[in-house]
């Protein structure tokens, strides 16, 4: 096992070059907010063509494999953001795709998947785990697309701390989603690069923060994990090879609960009229959950994938 591999800011520059015009620099959104002094801003990669932070680590990986790799196609494991970025890459080249999804993965994700031409395959979220964090799995056949583990997927990621810095130089702490601790891992090691005193936070739900539990006990330390609406993040572990790295870089994890995170999906919808799943949205929960800090904040707006169901049900007469 090595330690992730993490982009430094001029390789993510090199990456931004190399990734414009597939994957678009997303905006920093002002957020205005009478309740707290801190300056909220939102960085929307919920509107990426395919809905998600995610096509920037894909096409990234993909765009570099040799074609003798890609014509016997690829599969992921993915909860259905990286799938549809790996999808969404793949089908100009008509790549035979297939994704192996956790059995709680919603609908809305599903049936994205399929609308890009790749074929999901749902398994029991333990077997799903396993092929994480085993790095592929013994009956697929064809390229595995690492998305928690290849450079390339990570340094795409990267481009967002980038934009971030910027941007925005005078930002005094970045929110970033927690799932696999990718995205945390690369944001703020480039955002770090160029300004060390940047603080980088995780968030995580409370039905699953298992690098709050972590960083609490000074080791990767199992936590029961809850499926809901918030699934792009939480776990039941912190995976081995990320957790030297992320423990480094951020300076906690923020755990926030479902009912904030509905609260802030909300508010996204009704100043951006734009559309944040429960992961997405969970950064800017926990920069409302403190309200004495008074510097600029930014919340990394990862995905916008959500079942309509729990849309509706959760915008109410916003919707």
Not at 29 to 40: E, F, G, M, Y
Not at 43 to 65: E, M, T, V
Not at 242 to 258: D, E, F, M, T, Y
């Amino acid at each position: 096992m090595i330690d992730l591999e993490v982009p430094s800011a001029a390789k993510a520059q090199a990456v931004a070059r190399h990734i414009h015009g597939v994957a678009m620099r997303s905006p920093l959104v002002s957020l205005r907010q009478d309740r707290v002094p801190a300056k909220i801003y939102l960085k929307l990669d919920n509107i990426q063509p395919c809905g998600s932070f995610k096509l920037r680590g894909a096409y990234n990986a993909i765009s570099r494999l040799p074609s003798n790799v890609k014509k016997n196609g690829l599969y992921t494991a993915s909860a259905g953001n990286f799938a549809q970025g790996v999808a969404w890459c793949a089908r100009d080249e008509s790549i035979a795709v297939r994704v192996i999804v956790p059995d709680h993965a919603p609908e809305a994700k599903i049936v994205a998947i399929r609308a890009l031409g790749a074929h999901p395959i749902r398994v029991p979220y333990e077997e799903w785990w396993r092929t994480i964090t085993e790095q592929g799995h013994p009956n697929e056949t064809g390229h595995y697309v690492n998305p928690v583990g290849d450079p390339d997927v990570v340094a795409g990621y990267g481009t967002i701390g980038l934009e971030i810095m910027e941007d925005m130089p005078e930002t005094g702490r970045i929110i970033i989603p927690y799932g696999s601790g990718c995205l945390a891992s690369a944001i703020g090691s480039v955002a770090r690069d160029m300004r060390d005193d940047v603080e980088i936070y995780a968030v995580e739900p409370t039905t699953g923060a298992p690098f709050a539990a972590a960083l609490e006990n000074g080791e990767i330390t199992r936590v029961t994990y809850q499926p809901s609406f918030i699934d792009g993040i939480g776990s039941g572990s912190v995976l081995p090879h990320i957790w030297p790295v992320i423990r480094r870089i951020a300076k906690g994890s923020l755990v926030v609960s479902p009912g904030q995170v509905e609260d802030a999906l909300r508010y996204i919808w009704r100043a951006t009229y734009t559309v944040a799943e429960g992961a997405g949205a969970a950064s800017l929960a926990a920069a409302l959950a403190d309200p004495d800090y008074d510097g600029i904040v930014v919340c990394v707006v990862s995905g916008a994938h959500i079942n309509r169901q729990e849309l509706f049900r959760i915008l109410g007469d916003d919707g």
